[in-house]
């Protein structure tokens, strides 16, 4: 079992950035698969952006070309790099394994896309 907590989040104003860290500990980080997850108000919670413990990505189409997932093994840490930020792109943002593990979800972090 992985124990995550998200960081990062926050307000911006739509076009902006913000960059999500994700810190883990528990386990073999390296060996998991992992993604970003978000949950807006009245929504349920989606998969944004995936890694493979190789490295391959992939993300949903609503983020695709705005989001890049990376993650830094040495670390312990997996990134989700967001720009050109939407007002859509408000919720909670959370990390887990891929597929995710229930035991792992943590706090998240609030992102707040407004003008």
């Known amino acids: 079992q992985v124990q995550l907590v998200e960081s990062g989040g926050g307000l911006v104003q739509p076009g902006g950035s913000l960059r999500l860290s994700c810190a883990a500990s528990?386990?073999?980080?390296?060996?998991?698969?992992m993604g970003w997850y978000r949950q807006a108000p009245g929504k349920q919670r989606e998969l944004v952006a995936a890694i493979t413990r190789g490295g391959r990505v992939n993300y949903a189409d609503s983020v695709k070309g705005r989001f890049t997932i990376s993650r830094d093994n040495a670390k312990n840490t997996v990134y989700l790099q967001m720009n050109s930020l939407k007002p859509e792109d408000t919720a909670v943002y959370y990390c887990n394994t891929n597929p995710p593990s229930r035991r792992s979800w943590g706090q998240g972090t609030q992102v707040t896309v407004s003008s």
């Open positions: 528990g386990s073999i980080f390296s060996i998991y698969d």
